[in-house]
């Protein structure tokens, strides 16, 4: 059954955001600050870098900093996926990876080496095995590279971030689902603890952490010394991270469209914190922003099918339904334990993009039509640019900082998405 009505014209907008932090230089930033570490750099030394988080702005810049850095020091830099179970847990899909991210031997200038094989470096209180990544282990060091910025999963005093991409990234497929087995609301507990395990084992140089702002740039590159992984140190930079996150411009929707969902969005495919929707069991739900329906309508190339997080939304268009590995995003899905659970199932099925938000604006309790406040965003690293209804528009020509871009036309010309740009 396909749903009938009209959907009210979309006029595109963006928020004004001003006096952002920004990094001119996130090349140059990442190797001043490293060199405090200088003199722990020995000639010849094998040191691991790490890399695999999506959706990182300036992420091959700052890895190729790092190996640079690292070479000039005297050391033989080479670069090592962390990323869990990524890639169909496998060490070629997880190249392939590095690879749809920019990063290779050409791009960053060193070999990369890749296993799904661990070594068991202890285990937590409750005898939980903390695994760790077997090249990583042999090796006379390693620089951890990773974003810091809130999790979509949980709160706590560490979320995404250094200690993460050590105890989970570098966990590989039997670490990741080892922490999460435990459930969610005592996953960053558990991975603060690992990742201090991990550090004791005396190979952890540090982090170089990278912020970035609401219009998704590099604001700074930090170094994290070891001793800051999973304590203090790193909570200050997830505080400073919290405060430069992009959120939607509004705090309650009838329908958000959502052009592409996918894991170099956010590992959850879409920001948590932008559409306020956790759906974990065990952790409270947030306040805002308040969205009725979602609608979802393609899966990024750089997520290789991978759908983990497509539970998230309420209504897709059929033709998602081809972009998506099963395998793939149920080995995620299997390995985020209770953050898979709701998450892995499958939204309702329409024909096309305007059945898709037929039934989203149907199902979102608005009776009449023409008050609809409904958004479209390209993605959840994207929330600052919109599509808005005549409802919303209403309201952002009342506000300082909202600014008209455009000029109101058809949301699904032809029963597709139409363009962003009037050109």
Not at 70 to 99: C, K, N, W, Y
Not at 336 to 347: C, E, F, I, Q, V
Request: aromatic share 2%; hydrophobic share 45%.
């Amino acid at each position: 059954m396909r749903p009938s009505g009209t959907l009210p014209q979309v006029t595109p907008i963006r928020r004004i955001l001003t006096d952002l932090p920004v990094s001119v230089d996130p090349y140059a930033d990442a190797r001043a600050a490293l060199e405090p570490l200088r003199s722990r750099i020995l000639p010849g030394a094998r040191i691991a870098v790490t890399a695999g988080s999506r959706g990182i702005h300036d992420l091959v810049p700052v890895v190729k900093a790092a190996v640079d850095w690292l070479r000039d020091a005297g050391a033989a830099p080479f670069v090592i996926p962390a990323m869990g179970s990524h890639g169909g847990a496998t060490a070629d899909g997880q190249r392939e990876m590095l690879e749809g991210l920019g990063i290779t031997p050409e791009t960053v200038g060193c070999p990369i080496e890749a296993t799904m094989e661990t070594v068991v470096v202890g285990a937590l209180d409750d005898g939980t095995e903390v695994h760790h990544d077997a090249i990583a282990a042999k090796a006379d060091g390693v620089l951890l590279v990773n974003r810091i910025k809130p999790h979509t999963d949980f709160r706590g005093p560490i979320e995404s971030g250094i200690a993460k991409i050590l105890a989970i990234g570098l966990g590989n497929h039997l670490g990741a689902a080892s922490l999460h087995a435990g459930g969610i609301p005592s996953l960053g507990a558990n991975i603060e603890a690992a990742a201090r395990l991990v550090v004791a084992q005396g190979k952890i140089l540090g982090g170089l952490a990278i912020l970035e702002n609401a219009h998704e740039q590099t604001a700074s590159v930090e170094l994290l010394t070891a001793d800051g992984i999973g304590e203090a140190a790193e909570n200050a930079l997830l505080q400073r991270a919290s405060s430069l996150l992009g959120r939607l411009p509004f705090d309650e929707l009838d329908v958000l469209v959502v052009d592409e969902l996918g894991k170099d969005k956010s590992g959850a495919g879409m920001d948590t914190n932008v559409i306020g929707r956790c759906w974990v069991h065990g952790i409270p739900e947030f306040e805002s922003p308040s969205i009725a329906a979602i609608s979802v309508h393609s899966l990024s190339p750089a997520s290789h099918g991978n759908a983990s997080g497509l539970g998230l939304a309420d209504v897709i268009p059929a033709r998602l339904l081809e972009q998506i590995d099963l395998r793939a995003s149920y080995v995620n899905a299997l390995t985020s334990g209770a953050g898979g659970a709701r998450r892995s199932r499958l939204p309702m099925v329409m024909e096309d993009d305007e059945a898709a938000v037929l039934a989203a604006v149907t199902m979102c309790g608005r009776r009449h039509w023409s008050e609809l406040r409904l958004a479209r965003i390209k993605d959840t690293l994207s929330p600052n640019e919109l599509m808005v209804t005549p409802a919303l528009l209403t309201e952002a020509a009342e506000r300082f900082d909202l600014e008209i871009t455009g000029t109101a036309r058809d949301l699904t010309p032809a029963g597709r998405l139409g363009p962003w740009s009037e050109t």
